[in-house]
Nanobody
Framework: QLQLVESGGGSVQSGGSLTLSCVAS????????MAWFRQVSGKEREGVAL???????TYATFVKGRFTISRDNAKNTLNLQMNSLKPEDTAMYYC???????????????WGQGTQVTVTS
């Protein structure tokens, strides 16, 4: 399984943008899929976006049209471009290696340590 390290979190005003990155210890091109999840303290971790090895992308309904997931296999990097951020997007964001194409916690093979995103109104 891959070791994953996220970066790019921070504080931004409502309507702003952030780009999260996740560097993997190995070849992410060999992963079935890669994904981003998020978690608010006291709530369950939820899937945000997933990109499969063939490039097919899946998004949670609450981020469609605002977030874009991408991968750079040459750099073993997974990215999440987040636009039109809202206060309700405030959460810890986690990168994940997946065992299938299902954007669910039970499909995760390995997790990164997380990066905090805070959106102020």
């Amino acid at each position: 399984q891959l070791q994953l390290v996220e970066s790019g979190g921070g504080s931004v005003q409502s309507g702003g943008s952030l780009t999260l990155s996740c560097v993997a210890s190995g070849n992410i091109g060999s992963a079935v899929s890669m994904a981003w999840f998020r978690q608010v303290s006291g709530k369950e971790r939820e899937g945000v976006a997933l990109i499969a090895s063939d490039g097919i992308k899946t998004y949670a309904t609450f981020v469609k049209g605002r977030f874009t997931i991408s991968r750079d296999n040459a750099k073993n990097t997974l990215n999440l471009q987040m636009n039109s951020l809202k206060p309700e997007d405030t959460a810890m964001y986690y990168c994940a290696q997946m065992k299938n194409r299902q954007l669910t916690v039970t499909s995760v093979v390995s997790w990164g340590q997380g990066t905090q995103v805070t959106v102020t109104s």
